[in-house]
């Protein structure tokens, strides 16, 4: 496909745009600064990333809840670094988690420089499996939810990706054509493998420079984009 036919640009937000892990961990450590001291913020990190990640793929194919996604992946660090915590101290933490974690917002070096090149010369988008009530505030807090003409969340489509059902609700909401777009995200499976098989192209933005055995688009820094667009 070539990139000069593209007229509608999707992004992922969390690990794409929104810096997630850089605010999840300002969060819980505002969080724990006051509630639970004695909890060391890296040796928690260490553990509840994958533990996250883990919990979210579940999420993704319904097989936990939106309430167990939020409780789990806490109870689980918890339980992994051996600290003796309440379920009612869990689901307080979780509430506070949800609330405080939009107001860090630090993005990806090059978010506002790539969406200022790319807003000239194309329709931009969002398509997140993150939860309306919180993806809404990181996009607004973080100034750049102006650059987006439609905003699609799994909520809305009652689907997450990978599923291509939430493509084409996003594709219908932005009035847009699958062979003129192309998705933009951190993850092979949800993003890429998604929208490809959606019928979008699309770009994987490996900031980890994960080894990757699919020929496909990538790039490891936001600017790179514009080598293909």
């Not at 084409?168 to 847009?176: M, R, S």
């Not at 770009?203 to 688009?217: D, L, M, R, T």
Request: net charge negative; proline share 2%; charged share 25%.
């Amino acid at each position: 496909m070539k990139h000069t036919i593209i007229k509608d640009v999707f992004f992922d937000l969390d690990h794409t745009l929104w810096d997630f892990d850089k605010n999840s961990e300002l969060t819980f450590a505002t969080i724990f600064n006051k509630s639970h001291p004695t909890i060391e913020i890296a040796a928690f990190i260490k553990k509840y990333v994958p533990i996250n990640q883990a919990c979210w793929k579940l999420y993704q194919y319904d097989k936990i809840t939106h309430s167990e996604l939020r409780y789990n992946r806490l109870k689980h660090s918890f339980d992994a670094l051996n600290y003796t915590i309440s379920d009612e101290e869990i689901e307080t933490i979780a509430q506070e988690y949800i609330q405080r974690l939009p107001e860090n917002n630090h993005l990806f070096d090059g978010s506002f420089e790539v969406l200022d090149y790319l807003n000239q010369k194309y329709k931009l988008h969002i398509i997140t499996n993150g939860f309306a009530e919180v993806q809404f505030k990181k996009l607004n807090n973080s100034n750049i939810g102006n650059y987006f003409q439609t905003i699609t969340n799994s909520e809305m489509a009652g689907v997450k990706k990978p599923n291509p059902i939430i493509f084409e609700y996003a594709l219908d909401l932005a009035k847009a054509k699958k062979e003129s777009s192309i998705m933009i995200g951190d993850s092979l499976e949800a993003d890429v493998e998604g929208a490809l098989n959606a019928g979008f192209d699309a770009i994987y933005f490996n900031e980890s420079k994960a080894q990757v055995e699919q020929n496909i688009k990538q790039v490891n820094h936001l600017l790179e984009l514009k080598k293909y667009l």
